[in-house]
């Protein structure tokens, strides 16, 4: 009998600490979707607050996407911008085939750039995006 408790601990441990990892979910449910490719498929996006905004790297090389001018942003919900101590950075490095996401709890605009390797050596390429979030 006890070694039947262990294990279902074990698996609820297991199970509790593999689901930590989840990106928190939106009030809204909506999921919009930036594609970076050679250029952002959307670069000025209206969204409601909310609303959760994916940025998927479709490129062969990582990309750093930075919002400007480093405003304090709050977030409802993050997957890639994590800091310390559950702060949001205004940042994220995302290799190449992932994402990161997030979610705005306030209305205004957000700018960003995203920071793409180019194709002479050593050259790098900006992006810029708007993010515009209604109430």
Not at 129 to 134: K, T, Y
Request: proline share 4%; aromatic share 8%; hydrophobic share 40%.
């Amino acid at each position: 009998m006890k070694t039947k408790t262990i294990i279902l601990l074990c698996m609820a441990v297991v199970f509790m600490i593999g689901c930590a990892g989840l990106p928190k979910t939106t009030r809204t449910g909506a999921i919009h979707t930036i594609r970076i490719e050679k250029t952002l498929s959307d670069p000025k996006l209206t969204v409601q607050a909310g609303d959760e905004i994916r940025w998927v790297n479709y490129r062969t090389e990582p990309v750093t996407i930075e919002f400007v001018p480093d405003p304090k942003i709050s977030f409802s919900c993050e997957k890639g911008f994590s800091g310390m101590v559950g702060k949001a950075k205004q940042s994220a490095r995302i290799k190449a085939g992932e994402f990161v996401s997030v979610c705005f709890s306030e209305s205004g605009e957000f700018k960003y750039n995203v920071r793409m390797t180019a194709v002479v050596i050593g050259g790098e390429t900006i992006a810029p995006g708007m993010i515009m979030v209604e109430k």
